[in-house]
């Protein structure tokens, strides 16, 4: 039962912005956990934000602008500003695949917001969240391995798991 929950927390923290699923497989790897697995929930849990995000976008830039307004923020944004020069040099493939590192939700909104195609944006933060989930699944399976194998923490981790 004490897996069921583990992967149940993978999963909700991979779908909640700002925890993005590479984040999490190393952490779940750490914790006792299946690496392959937990990249495979991670990821389910990630994609599906992302394409809410992507469905539901009007709504989510129409609130984000009366909330800038609000609190009488600049149109323009460092970080906007950068989106739209990776944007400009590498395209929509470019923006997508750097997503991860900055949050694939916010990612979403701000390839929307230049290319404006739901189905391009939806194809390419999916295999952008695919090659980050299976490199840091390859990452931490023969990285990790080495590092936590025996480790007194990943023992008390999974200890607590199995019994909880």
Known sequence: ???????LIVFLLAA?????????????????????????????????????VIVFVEAIQA????????????EKTKKSERAQRVFNKYGLPGLCLIG???GSHLTAIIAMSLSGSKIKTAIWM???LVVWCVGMALFTH???????????????????????
């Open 100 to 102: 991860p590192t900055v």
């Open 16 to 52: 909640t912005p700002f925890f993005e699923a590479p984040a999490i497989i190393p952490v779940g790897y750490v914790a006792g956990l299946d690496p392959y697995l937990t990249s495979i929930i991670a990821f389910i849990g990630n994609v599906l934000t992302v394409l809410l």
């Open 1 to 7: 039962m004490g897996y069921i929950i583990a992967y």
């Open 142 to 164: 023969y990285g990790f391995s080495r590092l936590f194998e025996n480790n007194d923490v990943t023992n008390t981790l999974r200890d607590f798991i199995e019994n909880y």
């Open 126 to 128: 999916t295999i952008s």
């Open 63 to 74: 609130w984000r602008e009366k909330r800038r307004i609000k609190k009488g923020k600049p």
